[in-house]
């Protein structure tokens, strides 16, 4: 019956991540709800509650444009 709240309140969910669904209101506002019965692994994106941006795009954005040199390693026999 939670589901039927969730829909008729208009709640969508935009992310599914560690037992964890981020939703998104009609009206904007944001909210992290924990799945039941999921085994929760790491931590909430409280940064996406704050600001509607994820954790993960600053890391992306301090590594763009610059070039790193890939290796590949032979696994010792």
């Known amino acids: 019956m939670d589901w039927l709240f969730t829909v008729i309140g208009g709640w969508k969910q935009v992310r599914h991540v560690g037992g964890y669904s981020y939703q998104v209101s009609r009206w904007g506002g944001r909210r992290i709800v924990q799945e039941p019965g ?3 692994y790491g931590e909430r994106d409280e940064h996406w509650l704050r600001t509607g941006h994820w954790s993960e795009e600053e ?3 301090q ?3 610059k070039h790193y040199i890939t290796t590949s390693r ?3 026999s």
């Open 63 to 65: 590594f763009k444009g």
């Open 59 to 61: 890391v992306e954005d």
């Open 38 to 40: 999921f085994k929760h």
């Open 74 to 76: 032979k696994l010792a």
